[in-house]
């Protein structure tokens, strides 16, 4: 059973309220028909309901098990706006402004349904940027307790693969963090970490990656990641294999881990990759997932109050359909 079945499976094990605000793409149609008829959550659509179940119809999507939202007819809208208010006061939102916000931007109106435990977790992104998905719940949600700043990473999953977890991989960050400084990096490192361990029930090994392996070259930018790990190792919990600075290569494959970082008990094993910066985690999912053929969930976010999840504008209805039974593990992790 592969990665997304086996998390399909844990999320049918206790279902899960889903928002889905992005009612306006036909591929949020099609993967909400193929996850109620799944059974891996409920679903909130948020929209018109005559238009939204119009767009179905003519796709051929059957969408009658979700339940549809109109925020301009919802007898729950007004209690919305009064807690955007509430939320929003020392930045001097009105009620006009929180108004005119919830019955226009639905995915506010998303994050609200979460915020006012009407739903669970919710996914957007196939038609915003991840700035437009992750704005609201910065504002709204807020980050968890504990964490020290919000990060995104994707799930990989390279067909016929022997390295990371049988070809499964996190990448991070490689949705959020332009340039971390050492203390971020190690964060998101951290938080990686964690969310390998939940998502894929195994155990974390994490490459803190660079041009350079163990000083193979000197520059500030291979100094920032050997800090990071640093930072990284003081943080880290009791037994997390967790090192660095290491080249891809030396991260996950084993012959050139031992040439290269002999005794590093992460050298050759990897199975979570911490970038740099934003610029190498993105490029590098994404030749990992055009030209290694793997599949990309994500980005996922990591250290928000309530598990909300982004995708890639170039997704397709089945990567939705993998993120929403991924949000709906995270939001049984935070029972």
């Known amino acids: ?7 399909k499976e844990r999320a049918k094990s206790s279902i899960k309220t889903i928002v889905l605000p992005e009612t306006e793409d036909m591929r949020t149609l099609e993967a909400a028909d193929k996850i ?6 409920k679903l909130v659509l948020v929209g018109n309901e005559e238009a939204v179940k119009k767009s179905a119809a003519e796709g051929g999507f059957d969408i009658s098990g979700a339940q549809i939202v109109d925020p301009a007819t919802s007898e729950k809208t007004q209690g919305y706006i009064d807690k955007l208010v509430e939320l929003r006061q020392k930045k001097g939102m009105t009620p006009e402004q929180a108004k005119e916000i919830l019955l226009n931007q639905y995915l506010y109106y998303g994050v609200m349904m979460v915020k006012m435990g009407d739903a669970d977790g919710m996914v ?21 307790p504990g964490t020290k700043l919000v990060s995104a990473f994707f799930v990989i999953v390279v067909p016929d693969c022997d390295m990371g977890a049988d070809g499964t991989f996190v990448f991070a960050d490689s949705g959020l963090e332009q340039n971390p400084d050492p203390e971020k990096l190690a964060a998101i490192a951290l938080s990686s970490a964690d969310s390998f361990e939940l998502l894929t029930g195994k155990e974390p090994i994490v490459a803190m990656l660079s041009h350079s392996t163990k000083g193979s070259a000197k520059h500030p930018d291979v100094d920032k990641v050997v800090e990071a790990t640093r930072i990284a190792k003081e943080n880290a919990k009791e037994g997390l294999l967790l090192d660095g600075e290491f080249q891809l290569d030396a991260a996950i494959v084993p012959e050139v881990g031992a040439s290269k970082a002999p005794g590093s008990p992460v050298a050759g094993k990897a199975n979570v990759l911490v ?12 030749l990992v997932q055009r030209l290694g053929k793997a599949e990309a969930y994500g980005p996922l976010t990591q250290g928000i109050a309530a598990p909300v999840n982004d995708l890639s504008r170039g997704c397709s209805a089945k990567d939705i359909e993998g993120v929403v039974a991924i949000t709906a593990v995270q939001c049984m992790a935070e029972e």
């Open 1 to 7: 059973m592969g990665f997304i079945d086996v998390i």
């Open 36 to 41: 109620l008829k799944e059974g891996i959550a």
């Open 124 to 144: 957007s992104g196939a038609c915003h940027s991840t700035a437009d998905t992750l704005r609201p719940c910065l504002q709204i949600l807020k980050t968890k």
């Open 275 to 286: 970038f740099p910066d934003l610029d190498a985690g993105n490029i590098g999912y994404k």
